[in-house]
């Protein structure tokens, strides 16, 4: 049996509906803490666990019998977060499941600082359990960047980052979902990812946005941005974010989903009859 963690999340309910379609629902668990929050998983045959991250106990408890456990990193607004990280991995190797798969983050390997040592510091305890392990190490988001908000660009007819013109290696949370769900149904014990999407540019993006609105958008390179580019630009005008490798296609068989493809999943009404 596959359990899930964070099964109500973004990206869990994507993870358990991409099993779905690989596994029987039998084959399905899920652990969330409030149960009601999964009425729609338990009606199609899941497994539906209460778990607290609070609670270790509470978690081997819920983890009995499992095979595999699917660790959905906790949000990084969880203040709480790196104990309850330990507290899963404690609870896992206490309940002695067969393995364990984490979704860490792109560059925990090497760094040990800020949210990626978050990461970096529970692939250590992953590795401390002596459990077998997938690593799925995850770049940002594509839809913190391309989602509806891409709209106040279109109307005025312009996009301004100050990244440089440096790409960005995203991936879409519908591609990842499917890369851990592929992962953790291969036959491979233990394994490790970096994935990554195809690298785009935010002088792409502006034409992008411009094809398939038909409405001109032109880009405009600014000094400073606010809120999460702007936190994050200095590393991507350095090419932080340019790092490529082949092990998000490779598992997925197929490429990620392009530029072109991830605006149109964002901005569905812009798609053309």
Do not use: C
């Not at 935010?202 to 580019?229: I, Q, T």
Request: glycine share 10%; charged share 20%; hydrophobic share 45%.
């Amino acid at each position: 049996m596959i359990l899930v963690t964070g099964a109500t999340g973004m990206l869990g309910r994507l993870v358990v509906d991409r099993l779905l379609d690989r596994v029987a629902a039998t084959d399905v668990a899920v652990v969330v803490r409030d149960p009601d929050a999964a009425v729609e998983l338990a009606a199609r045959g899941v497994d539906v666990r209460r778990g607290d991250y609070d609670d270790p106990d509470g978690l081997r408890a819920a983890f009995a019998g499992v095979a595999t456990v699917l660790f959905i990193s906790a949000p990084v607004t969880d203040s709480g977060r790196l104990e309850h990280h330990r507290n899963v991995v404690r609870a896992a190797a206490a309940a002695e499941v067969g393995r364990i798969a984490y979704t860490s983050g792109l560059g925990a390997d090497f760094v040990d600082e800020g949210v990626l040592g978050e990461h970096h510091q529970t692939e250590e305890w992953i590795a401390e359990s002596g459990l077998p392990a997938v690593i799925l190490r995850h770049p940002i988001y594509s839809e913190l960047y391309i989602n509806p908000g891409l709209q106040a660009a279109i109307d005025p007819g312009e996009l301004t980052s100050a990244t440089g013109g440096r790409g960005l290696n995203t991936a879409t949370r519908a591609d990842l979902a499917e890369a851990a769900a592929a992962a953790v149904t291969a036959s491979d014990a233990s394994a490790t990812y970096n994935f990554t999407g195809p690298v785009w540019t935010y002088p792409e993006l502006a034409k992008v946005l411009g094809e398939v609105s038909g409405r001109p958008v032109a880009y405009r390179e600014v000094e400073a941005e606010e809120g999460f580019l702007g936190a994050l630009a200095e590393v991507i005008r350095s090419g932080g974010f340019e790092i490529q490798t082949g092990d998000l296609e490779r598992v997925l068989g197929r490429p990620p989903m392009t530029l072109r493809e991830t605006v149109l999943a964002a901005l569905p009404a812009l798609q053309r009859p």
